[in-house]
């Protein structure tokens, strides 16, 4: 059975960091793409970043020089490395396999940039 | 930049319905656009992708047509377990990147 299961959210101050992990099973992360999408609270969907398997690294204009994706294929896990927050950087932020549409994505953890 | 325009944002229909969804592209993408249906509190789950592909385990109630520019979700008969706010997706590939319609929020009358 596909499972993603994100960790690592938490209450942040403007400026600071915050790494997302998201464990995999039931696939191999690094055999497929492996997209970032976030939902600021009551808002929609906005896309964040893609991994693709060959290592390609894409981003959304608006995280980009400050988020990074990356991928331990020893731990078939996912992460983001979220620098230089912003409070618009508040929301859910979901890990989903796939870039071309997503078909399994996990429960999704809060990241919220207060001070 | 593509965008994409979904509408209505909400609507009310009553338990067996047919519910219409459209989602317009500010440029053609071909097939590239897929749905999802996001319950409260809860991760979106994908129902059709690239235009009308139902996705494997979703009910035969949901359909989803279009090309180019101009695209169509229909649940054929709306049930109760169906509220929820449904968003198209496109796709793009240069530079990869994804873009979300504003939602449709779906409520039973």
């Known amino acids: 059975e596909v499972q993603l299961v994100e960790s690592g959210g938490g209450l942040v101050q403007p400026g600071g960091s915050l790494r997302l992990s998201c464990a995999a099973s039931?696939?191999?992360?690094?055999?497929?793409?492996m997209s970032w999408v976030r939902q600021a609270p009551g808002k929609g969907l906005e896309w964040v970043s893609v991994?693709?398997?060959?290592?390609?690294?894409y981003y959304a204009d608006s995280v980009k020089g400050r988020f990074t994706i990356s991928r331990d294929n020893s731990k078939n896990t996912l992460y983001l490395q979220m620098n230089s927050l912003r409070a618009e950087d508040t929301a859910v932020y979901y890990c989903?396999?796939?870039?071309?549409?997503?078909?399994?994505w996990g429960q999704g953890t809060l990241v919220t940039v207060s001070s | 930049d593509i965008q994409m325009t979904q509408s209505p944002s909400s609507l009310s229909a009553s338990v067996g319905d047919r519910v219409t969804i459209t989602c317009q592209a500010s440029?053609?993408?071909?097939?590239?656009l897929n749905w999802y249906q996001q319950k409260p509190g809860k991760a979106p789950k994908l129902l059709i992708y690239?235009?009308?592909n139902l996705e494997t385990g979703v009910p035969s109630r949901f359909s989803g047509s279009g090309s180019g520019t101009d695209f169509t979700f229909t649940i054929s008969s709306l049930q109760p377990e169906d509220i929820a706010t449904y968003y198209c997706?496109?796709?793009?590939?240069?530079?990869?990147?994804?873009?979300f319609g504003g939602g449709t929020k779906v409520e039973i009358k």
């Open positions: 991994i693709y398997s060959g290592g390609s690294t």
């Open positions: 039931g696939f191999t992360v690094s055999s497929n793409y």
């Open positions: 440029q053609d993408i071909s097939n590239y």
């Open positions: 690239d235009a009308s």
């Open positions: 997706q496109q796709y793009d590939n240069l530079p990869p990147r994804l873009t």
């Open positions: 989903a396999r796939g870039i071309q549409h997503l078909d399994y």
